[in-house]
């Protein structure tokens, strides 16, 4: 395979998965800011534009309606919704004959009517229902590749791009999110309560918590379960999982021996995460382990980049 064309099939599904991530997370900001009045909207939104990596606003703290303008809209801002979808659009429109037909048309169509909702005003981003269509759209098109797609060396790389983001996006969150509730102690029972299933929901995984943990929800629980639980989808474990297995395939179809250094570091931090207790992260400190974790997924990322996209002629010929 072409080395573009890997290139623009993993940023293809690392755009649309940080797409869905970033409207997962605006809409159950947007859904507690309008229920839970005991906390400031102002240390909310300065939250979820750090995990976003979304540049401060410019305009007062409180115009939550400009503030996620920015995030959803904002053509200028590169980890916008809008910006995310047009950049998976166009990854994908450079490898049109590598993608399916019913791939391609799903996608531009998705990018097409999200365009359209952006002229039409920004009055829709206070409407919970503008992030479930992202999501859902992005539920579409998982099931389409999967579906359409020969699981072959292309559709290796779509599947690395999709949980190597979603490593990356559940570690930083967690690490905003844990350490900026452990430090809050003025927080009454009820509060936590609602801070939790909070950081819960950012991965749709209050529903399965509860079935494992029952609704006692505690933050070494819930850290244990997104880092560690081995069969759900959003956890660190799982995906860090995923990302090992298509970089196999991908190893076994290149027949580079290089691949060797790769396949030994992302099967280091699976061994790691499946072998690892919520008691020894927490004697390592748990914030010091989500920044190893995500220096660990920098550096699959950048071995990747180097090994099968950026790589030399005199590399490709050792």
């Known amino acids: ?18 797409a869905e991530h970033t409207a997962r997370m605006t809409n159950v900001n947007l859904n507690f800011m309008l ?10 939104l300065k939250r979820l534009l750090k995990v976003l ?10 115009d939550i309606k400009t503030i996620l303008s920015k995030i959803v809209f904002d053509r200028s801002h590169p980890n916008s919704i809008l910006s995310l979808i047009s950049i998976a659009r166009e990854n994908a429109r450079q490898v049109r004959e590598q993608v399916s037909t019913e791939l391609w048309e799903s996608l531009n169509r998705f990018f097409l009517e999200f365009r359209e909702l952006s002229v039409s005003g920004n009055h829709q981003v206070l409407e919970p229902d503008l992030y479930k269509r992202v999501v859902e759209s992005s539920f579409l098109l998982q099931g389409i590749t999967d579906a ?10 779509i599947r690395l791009g999709k949980y190597l983001e979603r490593a990356e996006a559940t570690t930083e ?11 809050d102690r003025t927080a009454d029972a009820a509060q936590q309560y609602l ?42 474990c799982f995906s860090i ?78």
């Open 1 to 18: 395979m072409l080395s573009r064309t890997a290139d623009s099939l993993y940023w293809m599904s690392r755009y649309l998965e940080r």
């Open 35 to 44: 229920e839970d009045t005991t906390s400031s909207n102002e240390d909310r």
């Open 53 to 62: 990596y979304c540049p401060p606003p410019d305009c007062d703290p409180d």
């Open 148 to 157: 359409t797609l020969s699981h072959e060396e292309g559709w290796q790389f």
């Open 173 to 183: 969150m967690l690490k905003v999110y844990l350490q900026a509730y452990r430090l």
């Open 195 to 236: 801070e939790k299933v909070e950081i819960l929901k950012y991965t749709s995984a209050f529903e399965p918590y509860c079935k494992l943990y029952t609704a006692d929800l505690r933050f070494n629980w819930i850290a244990e379960f997104l880092i560690l639980n081995p069969d759900f989808p959003h956890s660190v």
């Open 241 to 318: 999982r995923q990302v090992s297995y298509s970089l196999t395939d991908i190893a076994m179809n290149s027949g580079r021996p290089l691949s060797l250094a790769l396949l030994r570091l992302s099967g280091k931090i699976k061994a790691m995460l499946d072998y690892s207790s919520a008691d020894e992260i927490l004697e390592i400190g748990i914030e010091k382990f989500l920044v190893d974790l995500e220096k660990s997924c920098a550096a699959i990322h950048t071995e990747m980049d180097e090994l099968y996209i950026q790589y030399s002629i005199g590399t490709e010929l050792r």
